[in-house]
């Protein structure tokens, strides 16, 4: 099983449309989590992080499920720059640092 | 800019080849991490550094050797290398290397190896 799993899309959603990327990770003792974007050809960069108790950043919310293991991401009113791929990034502290576990990605497409 | 920067931007290089790429973070960090992106791929960790003392080195190659003079700076030594090697190779940056910090990453170096 992959350590984090996310759909790789794409997803083609018209503007103003809602969006949710979904991502499972598989070791249960990741501590922290967070949703990175990367654009094409660029680096990635922190999009939100994401709390047991939920958290919202204006049009975007992500949510956690210890439980369940999965994380998730709603976007709002989609613009067109949000076309990016979405990264979703669980964390585990071991061996004296953070270990970070990036998934491939959810490529988002918004159209006009 | 995210204040980590990478040089060169673009590499190509044959496989007998020995190269070296640059990072330099002006961010005040005490952490700094390579990592690799291939093509429908992961990013993957390759070595962390934290205080100039390498924490993590996740199975890769030796032909592939990092150095880290300060805690500003960081280096990726390359020599022959495989065409499997060829990716984006992208530095990143955290305050530290313990806890919950976000990572800043630079533009990366796109690295061809023929």
């Known amino acids: 099983r992959k350590e984090v799993e996310q759909d790789p899309g794409p997803f083609n959603v018209p503007e103003g449309a809602t969006v949710a990327f979904n991502c499972t990770y598989s070791?249960?003792?990741?501590?922290?989590f967070f949703w990175y974007r990367q654009d094409c050809r660029k680096e990635p960069k922190l999009l939100m992080s994401v709390y047991s108790s939920g958290n919202e950043d204006g049009r975007f919310t992500a949510q956690l499920n210890r439980a369940s293991q999965y994380i998730s991401l709603l976007i709002r009113d989609s613009k067109l720059s949000d076309s990016a791929t979405y990264l979703c990034v669980p964390c585990l502290f071991s061996g004296g640092y953070q270990k970070v576990t990036f998934g491939i990605g959810t490529k988002l497409q918004v159209i006009p | 800019e995210t204040g980590v920067t990478q040089t060169p931007r673009h590499l190509v290089m044959g496989m007998t080849n020995k190269k070296s790429l640059k990072c330099e973070q002006h961010?005040?960090?005490?952490?700094m991490y390579w990592y690799k992106q291939s093509a429908k791929k992961p990013l993957e960790l390759m070595f962390v550094?934290?205080?100039?003392?390498?924490?993590e080195n996740n199975s890769v190659p030796s032909r592939f050797s990092p150095e880290c003079p300060n805690s500003s700076h960081l280096f990726l030594h390359l020599h022959t290398l495989q065409p499997e090697d060829s990716a984006l190779y992208l530095c990143a940056s955290s305050p530290q290397a313990a806890g919950d910090y976000e990572q800043y990453f630079g533009p990366g170096t796109r690295l061809t190896v023929t």
């Open positions: 550094y934290s205080l100039e003392e390498r924490v």
């Open positions: 070791n249960s003792a990741s501590q922290s």
């Open positions: 961010l005040g960090h005490n952490a």
